[in-house]
């Protein structure tokens, strides 16, 4: 038998530029929303999404025991979005207790990102900055192919070698990318299992978001109520 979700939480949720975390903006009136109802759920989950569509980055948060059916619920509201939207791009990765890589936490984001922007038309071709892919390249080699399929421009800057500034300057070239494909059609980021996400990857993806601006641009994630860790922000979602 199916229990019910225990909680969606639908705030907006913003990067808090003191910590670098993912945190709900206006955590007093924060609801959860709960609901039995799988189709119910994933319509409320939907409309969540929705002021992105106005160019307000969002971040949502589903949450419940495991086996629960998190993944269903968010697999048919990306559906009903799809439904409403033909042109929605979804961008779609799991955490892993087991994964190893560098930045696992939206490892698998990147590598369908970077394969996107291979098969895309000139028009986004012409928008890519080369000096962009090139740094994220060195951060995430799968983007050899995109810098292979633009046509040569100028010349390209220095890497950077501070550890720091380079994860600076990676998610906000993560950012970029992710904005100019957005111009084309909405854009929903989907992390699964976040109660395995590793601190690298969490923290790129907290500077990612933070760098957002005006984008139609949706992350959602789905992670067991009892994780306090995984994403920033995350405990901040339980709900009894």
């Known amino acids: 038998?199916?229990?019910?979700?225990?909680a969606l939480q639908t705030c907006h949720s913003q990067p808090s530029r003191r910590s670098g975390k993912i945190e709900p903006a206006?955590?007093?009136?924060?609801?959860?929303?709960?609901l039995k109802d799988r189709d119910a759920l994933a319509e409320t989950l939907r409309e969540a999404m929705e002021p992105s569509a106005r160019g307000t980055p969002t971040i949502r948060i589903l949450h419940g025991p495991a086996g629960i059916g998190k993944s269903t619920i968010i697999e048919r509201a990306?559906?009903?979005a799809r439904a409403r939207e033909p042109r929605l791009i979804v961008l779609r990765g799991r955490c892993s207790e087991h994964e190893s890589v560098p930045f696992a936490?939206?490892?698998?984001?990147?590598?369908?990102?970077?394969?996107?922007l291979v098969s895309a038309d000139d028009a986004l071709h012409a928008?890519?900055?080369p000096a962009e892919i090139e740094r994220l390249e060195e951060a995430f080699p799968v983007f050899?192919?995109?810098?292979q399929s633009l046509a040569p421009r100028g010349t390209v800057g220095a890497l950077i070698s501070d550890p720091r500034e380079?994860?600076?300057?990676?998610?906000?070239d993560l950012a970029s990318v992710l904005t100019k494909l957005a111009r084309a059609a909405p854009v929903v980021l989907v992390i699964d299992d976040a109660h395995w996400a590793e601190e690298d990857g969490t923290r790129l993806l907290a500077e990612v978001m933070r760098h957002l601006s005006k984008a139609p641009i949706?992350?959602?994630?789905?992670?067991?109520d009892s994780a306090l860790s995984g994403l920033p922000g995350a405990r901040e979602e339980a709900s009894r």
């Open 144 to 147: 050899s192919s995109v810098r």
């Open 127 to 129: 928008l890519l900055d």
């Open 78 to 80: 990306l559906a009903s």
């Open 218 to 224: 949706s992350l959602l994630v789905s992670q067991r």
């Open 26 to 34: 206006d955590r007093p009136k924060a609801t959860p929303v709960a």
């Open 1 to 6: 038998m199916i229990r019910p979700v225990q």
């Open 105 to 116: 936490t939206i490892d698998a984001i990147v590598d369908q990102l970077a394969r996107r």
């Open 166 to 172: 380079r994860l600076r300057r990676v998610a906000e």
